[in-house]
């Protein structure tokens, strides 16, 4: 790192200084198992947009000098951590035990070989994209030694598989139209957060740098993995745990859990771009209830607006402003509407008037206001890095509260430009200063649905329901993701079951696909597959795209709608299953959706596990994600497993040839499980939830059930009642109340065997 001999080294409250022969770097420690690393290049504080208010808390550690194998080396020891610090600050962690569990690499790098010129212009000749290779030169980085058995999960939204070794991602959040595959370095999304899983232990890094970073797993070379940014500081946290779930905690306690949810979030939604009329809208909602295919929310994409203004109305398609939001609410639907960030250039336009008078928009670096094109045509960029820009935003969201919607959907907020990428040199702000675009771009989209979030939080009360399109790390607080624009291929659906994991691991729990895909033609099989994925997924939406096939669950033949009608009744029934999950994560900071591995990381067969993931700790789903397919094989983790459906017994440690036909999708539920359900409605709340049905699975265990008035934020406040449920080796199930604070509770508990 180039910051020479190690002079001097000095305590100071929870943090230590270490005065090199050229620069001065820090450790602080957080925690008994989180350190920070902090290496002032760019700016001598944090600047962290994802941690929130102060996480150091009182440790109780000691900072030893001492020579080590001919080395200077400051050893720094918690209750559960040793960091060593030596030259060039080169930092190493290890397990309170002496076990190393992360060391940085004292060599130099070993790119494979580069490309000749003569090569690179035979590529370029025939339009190749032969930018690869901008990691070599990141300023600010670290490189970590890969002894061999390293696993890797988290990064967000990135595609491809579970276990991201050997692969590259960049961290830029990019709107990208076509289809995505394994080989796109990014997507929507930065979370530069990884967990590595070795066989000594596992840990996580978070790389809190909002520039364009990238992180290398073994990709260059099989001897070391490392991440680094195009600027900013070197500034990481190392997260130790015992097992993989305290690695989440740790980074969730860090950024932020994803608070309970209203509980009208956790149905079925209905959405496409193109329902552009108050008469589709009304057609769709209408088609739901005679069917009888439960569902809580219509979303209204950019054709509700008035020529894609922001804030506006469009009453020519639309009739009075509200008028079916209010309509379709009579029969029990919620409203999500669009609100993108990229305001029409018109003079005249409210919006756009009362922005350029306030200077709330992105600059030039001349200072002219900063113009690009989006949906409304030339479009301008709220400086949601500005304090004032984001009140304004916030208070904005009334005329959407006016309307009648009940959440927002950020879209477009990477933020997408139709002319091009905004240079990197538009001038933004971060809060007390200027701020080029290069550096804030990957939070725009945190920023903007901060904004939204506290908008809704103050003028309607209840819990903001946002969806957003583009997030950092720490978004989670704020809102909820999709993975964007899919399309209806398997290889999406395929691709949704690891993409939806790292997402759960990556702090974003409350994630989802468009289920059916959002580009491309939709087809019957897939169709069910993917309602079959989405009743487990936390978000469950069907979107499409304007030109595609219809995909709503009637639109081809009876037994696709009844297959669609099936799994959403299913997922109506586990309504308090996954509410309960909510609860435990805005506590714990654990994913709804998880991956084996998050629970059985012992077991290598989990380790890939790609087709398979747990729904909280007691539900394994296995979902068809091929054509065709009427089978497929389980992997179960260990212990005792029952089919959900059916019960019939699984053991752990072992494959399973299992039958799937179309209408089936195969769940198991641990012994000892007890998944609470209610009775199915038409929408969330139609009738009052006055009987609990506990589906038992024999064997011994604990559960606790939550509940609430699923709306505001009186529950922080004690306004909860909690049912603890325990069942011994024989069967017998007893249940007591554990908190007593709202004042519905259930009439009866039945419990279902
Ligand atoms: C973007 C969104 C998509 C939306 C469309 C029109 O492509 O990702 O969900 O339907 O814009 O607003």
């Given at each position: 790192?180039?910051?020479?001999?190690?002079?001097?080294?000095?305590?100071?409250?929870?943090?230590?200084?270490?005065?090199?022969?050229?620069?001065?770097?820090?450790?602080?420690?957080?925690?008994?198992?989180?350190?920070?690393?902090?290496?002032?290049?760019?700016?001598?504080?944090?600047?962290?947009k994802?941690?929130e208010?102060?996480?150091?808390?009182?440790?109780?550690?000691?900072?030893?000098?001492?020579?080590?194998?001919?080395?200077?080396?400051?050893?720094?020891?918690?209750?559960?951590?040793?960091?060593?610090?030596?030259?060039?600050?080169?930092?190493?962690?290890?397990?309170?035990?002496?076990?190393?569990?992360?060391?940085?690499?004292?060599?130099?790098?070993?790119?494979?070989?580069?490309?000749?010129?003569?090569?690179?212009?035979?590529?370029?000749?025939?339009?190749?994209?032969?930018?690869?290779?901008?990691?070599?030169?990141?300023?600010?980085?670290?490189?970590?030694?890969?002894?061999?058995?390293?696993?890797?999960?988290?990064?967000?939204?990135?595609?491809?598989?579970?276990?991201?070794?050997?692969?590259?991602?960049?961290?830029?959040?990019?709107?990208?139209?076509?289809?995505?595959?394994?080989?796109?370095?990014?997507?929507?999304?930065?979370?530069?957060?990884?967990?590595?899983?070795?066989?000594?232990?596992?840990?996580?890094?978070?790389?809190?740098?909002?520039?364009?970073?990238?992180?290398?797993?073994?990709?260059?070379?099989?001897?070391?993995?490392?991440?680094?940014?195009?600027?900013?500081?070197?500034?990481?946290?190392?997260?130790?745990?015992?097992?993989?779930?305290?690695?989440?905690?740790?980074?969730?306690?860090?950024t932020g859990t994803t608070p309970l949810p209203q509980l009208w979030t956790l149905g079925?939604q209905?959405s496409?771009?193109?329902?552009?009329?108050?008469?589709?809208?009304?057609?769709?909602?209408?088609?739901?209830?005679?069917?009888?295919?439960?569902?809580d929310v219509i979303h209204f994409?950019?054709?509700?607006?008035?020529?894609?203004?922001v804030f506006?109305?469009?009453?020519?398609?639309?009739?009075?402003?509200?008028?079916?939001i209010?309509?379709?609410g009579?029969?029990?639907f919620k409203t999500v509407c669009i609100v993108d960030p990229?305001?029409?250039?018109?003079?005249?336009?409210?919006?756009?008037?009362?922005?350029?008078?306030?200077?709330?928009?992105?600059?030039?670096?001349?200072?002219?206001?900063?113009?690009?094109?989006?949906?409304?045509?030339?479009?301008?960029?709220p400086?949601f890095?500005?304090k004032?820009v984001r009140d304004w935003w916030a208070d904005n969201q009334r005329c959407m509260l006016s309307f009648g919607a009940s959440g927002i959907w950020n879209d477009?907020n990477?933020?997408?430009?139709?002319?091009?990428?905004?240079?990197?040199?538009?001038?933004?702000?971060?809060?007390?200063?200027?701020?080029?675009?290069?550096?804030?771009?990957?939070?725009?989209g945190h920023l903007m649905a901060k904004a939204t979030y506290d908008g809704l939080k103050k003028y309607d009360g209840k819990r903001p329901f946002i969806i957003t399109r583009a997030c950092y790390?720490g978004t989670q607080k704020y809102a909820t993701v999709w993975?964007?624009?899919?399309?209806?291929?398997?290889?999406?659906?395929?691709?949704?079951?690891?993409?939806?994991?790292?997402?759960?691991?990556?702090g974003l729990s409350f994630a989802g696909?468009?289920?059916?895909?959002?580009?491309?033609?939709?087809?019957?099989?897939?169709?069910?597959?993917?309602?079959?994925?989405?009743?487990?997924?936390p978000l469950f939406r069907?979107?499409?795209?304007?030109?595609?096939?219809?995909?709503?669950?009637?639109?081809?033949?009876?037994?696709?709608?009844?297959?669609?009608?099936?799994?959403?009744?299913?997922?109506?029934?586990?309504?308090?299953?996954f509410y309960?999950?909510f609860w435990?994560g805005e506590?714990?900071?654990?994913?709804v959706?998880?991956?084996?591995?998050?629970?059985?990381?012992?077991?290598?067969?989990?380790?890939?596990?790609?087709?398979?993931?747990?729904?909280?700790?007691?539900?394994?789903?296995?979902?068809?994600?091929?054509?065709?397919?009427?089978?497929?094989?389980?992997?179960?983790?260990?212990?005792?497993?029952?089919?959900?459906?059916?019960?019939?017994?699984?053991?752990?440690?072992?494959?399973?040839?299992?039958?799937?036909?179309?209408?089936?999708?195969?769940?198991?539920?641990?012994?000892?499980?007890?998944?609470?359900?209610?009775?199915?409605?038409?929408?969330t709340g139609?009738?009052?939830?006055?009987?609990?049905?506990?589906?038992?699975?024999?064997?011994?265990?604990?559960?606790?059930?939550?509940?609430d008035n699923g709306a505001d934020f009186a529950y922080r406040d004690?306004a909860?009642?909690?049912?603890?449920?325990?069942?011994?080796?024989?069967?017998?199930?007893?249940?007591?109340?554990?908190?007593?604070?709202?004042?519905?509770?259930?009439?009866?508990?039945?419990?279902?065997?």
């Open positions: 790192m180039g910051l020479g001999k190690l002079c001097e080294f000095e305590k100071q409250a929870n943090k230590v200084c270490f005065t090199y022969e050229r620069g001065t770097a820090y450790l602080e420690i957080i925690c008994e198992n989180i350190v920070n690393v902090f290496l002032p290049c760019e700016t001598q504080d944090h600047r962290s994802a941690i208010g102060e996480k150091a808390i009182p440790v109780d550690f000691s900072v030893t000098g001492k020579r080590e194998q001919g080395a200077d080396v400051v050893v720094v020891e918690t209750e559960q951590l040793t960091v060593k610090v030596f030259d060039d600050f080169y930092v190493d962690f290890y397990k309170a035990d002496g076990t190393l569990l992360c060391a940085d690499s004292r060599k130099e790098r070993k790119p494979r070989p580069a490309l000749s010129e003569k090569s690179l212009a035979v590529l370029k000749a025939e339009g190749h994209d032969v930018s690869g290779g901008e990691s070599l030169s990141y300023p600010v980085q670290t490189v970590k030694v890969m002894d061999g058995d390293e696993k890797f999960y988290g990064l967000g939204d990135k595609t491809g598989f579970l276990n991201k070794r050997d692969y590259e991602y960049e961290n830029w959040n990019s709107d990208i139209p076509q289809a995505h595959t394994d080989s796109f370095k990014a997507l929507y999304k930065s979370v530069p957060f990884l967990i590595t899983l070795k066989s000594c232990g596992v840990f996580g890094l978070f790389f809190d740098n909002t520039n364009k970073s990238c992180f290398n797993l073994g990709k260059e070379n099989e001897g070391y993995y490392f991440y680094g940014a195009a600027a900013g500081n070197l500034d990481y946290y190392f997260i130790y745990g015992e097992k993989m779930p305290e690695v989440v905690k740790g980074y969730t306690y860090l079925f209905q496409r771009w193109g329902y552009d009329s108050a008469e589709m809208i009304r057609e769709i909602a209408g088609t739901y209830r005679k069917l009888l295919i439960p569902c994409d950019i054709d509700y607006m008035d020529g894609y203004r506006t109305w469009n009453e020519e398609d639309f009739g009075t402003p509200g008028g079916i209010e309509e379709i009579r029969s029990g990229g305001v029409k250039r018109e003079q005249g336009y409210a919006k756009y008037d009362e922005g350029v008078a306030n200077d709330y928009y992105a600059k030039t670096p001349e200072g002219e206001v900063y113009v690009n094109e989006v949906w409304p045509g030339e479009a301008v960029y400086d890095g500005k004032e477009m990477e933020p997408a430009s139709f002319r091009g990428e905004l240079p990197a040199d538009v001038m933004f702000t971060d809060e007390d200063r200027p701020s080029p675009h290069s550096a804030v771009h990957n939070v725009y790390a993975t964007g624009d899919n399309q209806s291929l398997w290889a999406h659906l395929q691709m949704a079951v690891p993409q939806l994991c790292n997402l759960g691991l990556s696909t468009d289920v059916g895909g959002f580009g491309a033609d939709c087809t019957p099989e897939l169709l069910c597959r993917w309602v079959e994925l989405g009743a487990f997924s069907n979107h499409s795209s304007n030109g595609s096939i219809f995909q709503e669950p009637w639109r081809f033949d009876e037994k696709t709608l009844e297959i669609n009608r099936k799994f959403i009744c299913l997922r109506y029934q586990l309504l308090p299953y309960d999950l435990k506590k714990t900071g654990l994913p959706i998880r991956p084996l591995v998050l629970h059985y990381e012992k077991d290598p067969n989990t380790w890939n596990l790609n087709d398979e993931f747990l729904v909280g700790e007691h539900l394994l789903v296995a979902p068809v994600l091929t054509q065709g397919a009427q089978k497929r094989m389980v992997y179960f983790p260990e212990g005792i497993w029952y089919d959900f459906f059916t019960g019939k017994e699984y053991s752990g440690g072992e494959y399973d040839l299992v039958s799937a036909p179309l209408d089936v999708c195969p769940v198991f539920a641990k012994a000892g499980s007890m998944i609470p359900t209610w009775e199915v409605m038409q929408y139609e009738k009052p939830y006055d009987t609990l049905k506990l589906k038992v699975f024999k064997g011994e265990g604990v559960y606790v059930h939550y509940q004690g909860y009642n909690l049912y603890e449920f325990r069942q011994d080796a024989s069967g017998e199930v007893c249940h007591r109340m554990l908190q007593e604070g709202y004042g519905t509770p259930y009439r009866k508990i039945e419990y279902v065997r």
